[in-house]
């Protein structure tokens, strides 16, 4: 659990969002249901994906391999649709619970 | 220090707000409100006022800029009535909820349908819920001063909750009588400049950022609501000291309500605006021609409602008649239940009776008026009450009954 915004210290009149806190404080991956998975095999490391992810979720490392930032990427599925070579598959948030347990 | 001129309610309006030095207008004309923004931007495009003025596309873009110019830490001042205060409706709750002390002046008129251009009170009891401050007025001069207290009662830490000046349109808004205007100097003194806090309230500063008007989870909103709900309960007490202290400087005082004649009064009638006079002197006379101890209870603040002045004022009576100039369709009249509800838990209670009168621009004269104290008389004499709404001024040839 996170801590709650206000508490009974700074409990305001309005409410304003004094500390917005962006992405490093808000991992909206939580929002996602299903999942980009890459296929390692089929990738080509062209690097389209990357530009296309409209939550930069998905990064080209050092070493020239993409990886996608699982705390930020909200499902949206547009890599999925735009890898040429087909080596991104969407999966059920709920298929992958089960396989991990 | 007084300059006595003879004006029309409107342009006593807009003298005080040019007088409270308002920093922004913005409105979007309609009758009967019309002229109070028209003085004003006379004034500003001559510079006796410096201020912006804005004119909207509508009353929602009106109340969107107001807003606007209140979050920057303007001191914001609208006029509407009627289907514009309506078109305002979802805008309204938003300058409570960000706490901005807007001023807002509003000629009561009817709300279509029947579409017309009188007055009823309506329009403003459509936002008596909306967590704005609601004062209504009886004279010209009491408009004028009205708007001046207005601005310090909301711009007040304990409150910062906007403000609706309420003048009946036609009767008032378009009555001229003599109104006492002070100087800019002693307004300044006391009405300081706004001084809005950006750790407290809302105040877009790019020091300071902030974002205004987002969600708010479940978890956090009735809290907000508890907020808003202490500061009316406190403006009373805020509303009663700047009204003090302005009768002070300037002679003139109000109080939340009146009470006139009621300290021996068998029987009271409670109303709010201009039928007020009219009331007195119906109350005068059937003391000195009938003998009745009869009395007046004029409500200034309507929200925050006077709960402990009603109880006051209308203890050791018998019987008390409510005048509405409003009607809440299946049950009776918004101001009957407030004063019902204020009289609940009483010691001692009167009898009430609920009346509705003036809707429409229907007068409100001397006779309806009398018809009223004598039913209400009728009750505490014997004990009865029977019926439910009076309709005062109704034409029962046409409908019946």
Known sequence: MSKPYWTKENFPITPNIRNPGGSLAFKCGQWRSVKPIIDEKKCTKCGICVLYCPDEAIVKTEKGVVEIKYDYCKGCGICENECPVKAVKMVSEVEECKTVS | ?401
Request: contains cysteine; proline residues 4%.
């Open chain 2, 1 to 401: 220090m007084q300059n006595r001129k003879l004006m029309s309610g409107n342009r006593a309006i807009a003298e005080a707000v040019k007088l409270s030095e308002v920093n922004v207008v913005s409105a979007y004309p309609i009758t009967p409100q019309t002229s109070i923004v028209e003085y004003l931007s006379e004034f500003i495009a001559r510079g006796e006022l410096n201020a912006e003025f804005l004119q909207a596309e509508s009353e929602f873009g009106a109340m969107s800029a107001c807003i606007g110019a209140s979050s920057v830490g303007a001191r914001v001042f609208t006029a509407t009535c009627s289907q514009g205060l309506a078109l305002m409706h979802e805008l309204n709750y938003v300058a409570a909820g960000l706490r901005l002390p807007i001023v807002m002046a509003v000629t009561n008129r009817q709300l279509s349908q029947p579409l017309g251009m009188w007055c009823d009170h309506s329009d403003a009891m459509g936002e008596r819920d909306s967590g704005w401050m609601q004062i209504y007025v009886e004279s010209c001069q009491e408009a004028f001063d009205t708007v001046i207290q207005a601005f310090k009662i909301a711009e007040n830490r304990d409150i910062l909750l906007p403000t609706m000046v309420c003048l009946d349109g036609f009767i008032l808004s378009h009555t001229s009588e003599p109104v006492d205007i002070p100087n800019q100097k002693a307004v300044r003194e006391f009405l300081p400049s706004y001084k809005p806090d950006a750790d407290y309230h809302t105040l877009l500063d790019v020091k300071k950022p902030l974002a205004a008007g987002g969600g708010c989870p479940p978890a956090f909103t009735m809290e907000f609501d508890f907020k808003k709900y202490e500061a009316q309960e406190k403006g009373r007490e805020v509303l009663r000291k700047v009204d003090e202290e302005f009768g002070e400087v300037f002679g003139r005082q109000y109080g939340p309500v009146e009470a006139y004649r009621c300290d021996d009064a068998d029987v009271i009638l409670v109303a709010m605006g201009t039928m007020v006079g009219t009331a007195k002197d119906v109350a005068d006379k059937l003391r000195k021609e009938k003998g009745w101890n009869v009395g007046v209870l004029k409500l200034r603040s309507y929200r925050p409602f006077p709960k402990e002045e009603v109880i006051k004022a209308t203890s050791g009576s018998k019987a008390v008649a409510v005048v509405n100039r409003a009607i809440s369709y299946g049950i009776g009249a918004p101001v009957f239940s407030d004063v019902a509800a204020a009289l609940s838990n009483a010691k001692e209670k009167p009898f009430l009776l609920n009346a509705i009168a003036g809707m429409g621009g229907r007068d409100v004269d001397q006779k309806g008026l009398s018809a009223v104290f004598e039913k209400a008389m009728k009750v505490a004499e014997t004990g009865k009450l029977e019926g439910d709404v009076e309709w005062i001024g109704l034409n029962r040839n046409l409908v019946g009954g």
